[in-house]
């Protein structure tokens, strides 16, 4: 999650976004994963509640409702499609950097993220067509990836991965 929120502020600064509102769906949007383990068509659903209860506002618990498909809440603006396309790029980012010697972020570079983004093989559970979303965000997708890792290379320490 903090991996998403770093992207999303980055994101939010680069399209002209709310940084702070970004951040927060991109902190809270698995916020209710133990809640919802049985019945994943309620995740997001779940988080966006709890997000209002605390006070968030109306888009970030859209966004976070529209990020699981399943809950059938559509992706119909900026945040929902940013974050939709940032919870996959991090699962990207942070197999990079996993499968690395030191484990490092630190030494990712985008040419490697964007190589393994092409082998299908390479973290099965990443959704490629979502991180293509970033097109719908005027991005392409060598700039969603440079912007996406040097956020998380930014906070890799609070990440384990520094």
Known sequence: ????????????????GEPDEWALA???????????????NRH????????TQRGAGAAIAHA?????????????DQMSIALIAADQL????????LV??????????????????????????VERESILRCEELGLSL??????GLSAMQGVAADLGLA
Do not use: C, W, Y
Request: proline share 2%; hydrophobic share 50%; net charge negative.
């Open 1 to 16: 999650m903090l991996a998403t929120e770093a992207i999303m502020r980055a994101l939010a600064a680069r399209l002209g």
């Open 26 to 40: 991109g902190l809270g949007h698995d916020l209710d994963a133990e809640q919802t383990e049985e019945d994943f």
């Open 44 to 51: 997001g659903k779940v988080a966006a509640d709890l997000l």
């Open 64 to 76: 976070v409702a529209a990020h699981n498909s399943l809950t059938g809440v559509v992706a119909d």
């Open 90 to 97: 991090s699962g990207l980012i942070t197999a990079a950097a």
């Open 100 to 125: 690395r010697p030191d484990k490092s972020l630190l030494g990712v570079a985008p040419k490697s993220v964007r190589k393994r983004f092409k082998e299908t093989a390479f973290a099965r559970g």
């Open 142 to 147: 060598d700039e969603f990836i440079e912007v």
